[in-house]
């Protein structure tokens, strides 16, 4: 499994945090990480909220795909 960093880099090298890349975050953000991932997190954080870094979900157009429901 990618650390935290790690999907903060490819973030930082796109452009764009994913769809995906946020999915991999929320899981990654439950389990253990360490002061370095946290930063990274945060400097993620701010570029987003700056508009450094766009934000796939975010995006107009971006089709959600519906929830599968069981019958």
């Not at 991932?37 to 701010?46: G, I, K, P, W």
């Amino acid at each position: 499994m990618l650390s935290i960093r790690e999907v903060v880099k490819e973030a930082f090298n796109t452009g764009l945090l994913t769809v995906e890349a946020e999915e991999q975050l929320r899981q990654l953000l439950k389990t253990k990480y360490d002061a370095k991932d946290f930063r990274a997190f945060m400097l993620l954080q701010h570029a987003v909220v700056s508009g450094s870094i766009r934000q796939e979900s975010r995006e107009p157009g971006i089709r959600q795909e519906p929830l599968a429901i069981a019958s």
